[in-house]
């Protein structure tokens, strides 16, 4: 076995806890590319596992791609993962790998919180969770579980997270033998007025999580008129009724792309902080929001894109070299919502500390580590340029706010200079005019009438009008 094998090995057992029984059979493996590939398709023909003419037209495609034979196989559809993982376990002796921890990516150690206060604030209580379906809506909805609520009501407009999320949360509560919890389905659109009367009149919540949201920068970008549609006027209705029906909390959660945004999605969501902290002075429920950055596994975020993009053999694609970004894991970002959410008076933006931002080109590399690959080597990585809306770095206080430390020390609070609510509420008013008649050319003035210091490339406008 030449060095360069043997530091490939090295590379790729040490950190990763691979045992190796057939060292040998592994040396005749790894004689070279050429050798492996070779090796490797007799095989899988000897154990009839994929005919000689497949392993001829993955070979084709491999030297077409680059990559790896297995990769090419799966691709092509001749042999599922499953399979082809658990054939080569056997033949050479792979007995263990590490699985992919996002506690491995994240670099710093999972925020733990002592959260029995979380107890006293949900149980025997009504609660109704907005975009339940979602990365975030779900992992409220797990958490608020533990919690004993007289009643949880998923209110979501995708069935299918929909009935994800409830067949998950029925066989917790199944299983748990001890308290029914009654959980309520909902098929619910925050934009329609209609479905929000229902739900409130019958269910009547008494603390509303509201996660659904449009979260995608790019996509606002090019559908500016569904961000309005959903992020600002689809709050406003979630806010209005949670007042009406004098529910005791609101609780939203909003995102570090709101901090002096420049995309679509960003100004959207900071405007729905600004509903929220203004509604809180009028009303006699409490309005929170609780804001925080990227959460590492998240539905469409990078971390699955990689993952498939690595399983198809590369190239795994940023958008920067110095693109970086704030990243917790999806249950410690709820737990702190739970936290925030049971401590509040109501009218704070609460800020989760993140810890240091993280580049996307390590993340990809470590991904690419962990998943058994030499970045750079056996998977590239090829950066792509940002995209619309997007900015190299993010920030958790706008340049105007504020901050002031607050009851944990996992939490600042923002304080923002808002707008007076008679004022937002004319401008919100344009916005839904603007909507209803699909005035396109103008939502950016607009919502710059609200947030003043919204940064938004005016090129952009051009490419909507040719989109929609």
């Known amino acids: 076995m030449d060095n360069n094998n043997i530091r490939r090995i090295y590379e790729l057992c040490k950190p990763y806890n691979i045992g190796i029984k057939k060292l040998p059979e592994l040396n005749e493996i790894l004689e070279g ?196 549609k959903n992020n600002i006027i689809g709050t406003k209705n979630v806010i209005d009724y949670a007042s009406e029906y004098n529910a005791d909390n609101f609780v939203m959660i909003s995102t570090d792309k709101a901090v002096n945004p420049t995309s679509i999605m960003g100004a959207t969501k900071r405007i729905a902080e600004f509903l929220a902290t203004t509604r809180n002075i009028s009303s006699d429920s409490k309005f929170t929001t609780v804001r925080f950055g990227n959460v590492l596994g998240s539905n469409g975020s990078v971390i699955p894109t990689f993952k498939q993009q690595i399983k198809n053999g590369g190239p795994v694609t940023v958008t920067h070299p110095d693109i970086k970004r704030f990243f917790m894991l999806i249950p410690e970002a709820v737990q702190l919502v739970l936290l925030a959410a049971s401590s509040g008076n109501g009218g704070e933006i609460f800020v989760l500390d993140m810890g240091e931002q993280i580049k996307i080109g390590a993340l990809a590399e470590n991904l690419i580590r962990l998943s058994g690959f030499i970045p750079n080597k056996e998977i590239k990585i090829k950066y792509t340029g940002l995209r619309p809306g997007e900015k190299l770095y993010e920030e958790l206080f706008d340049k105007s706010e504020k901050t002031t430390p607050t009851f944990h020390h996992k939490f600042k609070m923002a304080i923002p200079e808002i707008p007076s609510y008679d004022l937002l509420m004319k401008y919100i008013s344009e916005l839904e005019n603007i909507v209803q008649n699909n005035e396109l050319d103008k939502i950016i003035p607009t919502i710059k009438k609200i947030v003043p210091n919204f940064q938004h490339e005016e090129i952009l406008q051009a490419d909507y009008r040719m989109i929609i």
Do not use: W
Request: hydrophobic letters at 40%.
């Open 33 to 228: 590319n050429f050798a492996i590939t070779k090796k490797l398709g007799e095989h899988l023909v000897q154990a009839n596992l994929v005919t000689e003419e497949k392993i001829q037209e993955a070979l084709a495609l491999q030297k077409k791609e680059g990559g790896r034979l297995g990769s090419k196989l799966i691709k092509l559809g001749y042999i599922s993962e499953e399979r082809l993982v658990s054939f080569l376990n056997k033949q050479f002796g792979i007995s263990h790998m590490k699985p992919i921890s996002l506690e491995d990516l994240l670099q710093r150690e999972p925020v733990q919180t002592n959260i029995q206060s979380v107890k006293k604030f949900i149980e025997n209580k009504s609660v109704m969770v907005t975009g339940a379906g979602g990365s975030i809506g779900s992992e409220l909805c797990r958490q608020i579980m533990k919690y004993y609520p007289s009643n949880l009501v998923l209110f979501e407009r995708y069935e299918n997270n929909l009935f994800k999320i409830d067949q998950e949360l029925t066989a917790i509560r199944n299983n748990n033998g001890e308290v029914h919890i009654p959980i309520t389905p909902v098929i619910g659109d925050i934009t329609d007025i209609a479905s929000l009367e229902h739900v409130f009149s019958k269910y009547r919540p008494q603390i509303i999580f509201h996660a659904a949201a449009h979260k995608h920068v790019p996509l606002m970008e090019y559908n500016p008129i569904e961000a309005v």
